[in-house]
């Protein structure tokens, strides 16, 4: 019942800059952390940004001050603007919605819902 759907991946040279969206069914964003999570082959999936349930928003190291996560909760979308590319951003991104009780977290394992993923390519 629940979808989440990525869109807005690409190719860019570095520097570029990609605006991530995840549209969303059967989950109302307001109520759920919400994440972006990245992964490249052969690494571990790992958190990139995310928002509370309490609405406080959290960048990972990596990217801070080049990613912005932001939620518009009337259409229940959720967004990733990337700034200033690098190639080590090159990864699947994906989208995911928390479980119920959880308020704060980048552990993938508290995530229960999942989009399909939308490939980002940052070339030198």
């Known amino acids: 019942q629940v979808r989440l759907v990525e869109s807005g991946g690409g190719s860019v040279q570095a520097g570029g800059s990609l605006r991530l969206s995840c549209s969303a069914s059967?989950?109302?964003?307001?109520?759920?952390?919400m994440g972006w999570f990245r992964q490249a082959p052969g690494k571990e999936r790992e958190g990139v940004a995310r928002?509370?349930?309490?609405?406080?928003?959290s960048h990972a190291d990596s990217v801070k001050g080049r990613f912005t996560i932001s939620a518009d909760n009337t259409k229940n979308t959720l967004y990733l603007q990337m700034n200033s590319l690098k190639p080590e951003d090159t990864a699947m991104y994906y989208c995911?919605?928390?479980?119920?009780?959880?308020?704060?977290?980048?552990?993938?394992?508290?995530?229960?819902?999942w989009g399909q993923g939308t490939q980002v390519t940052v070339a030198s």
């Open positions: 059967g989950v109302t964003f307001s109520t759920r952390c």
């Open positions: 928002i509370d349930r309490d609405g406080t928003t």
């Open positions: 995911a919605a928390g479980y119920e009780y959880v308020l704060s977290t980048f552990r993938p394992a508290d995530y229960l819902h």
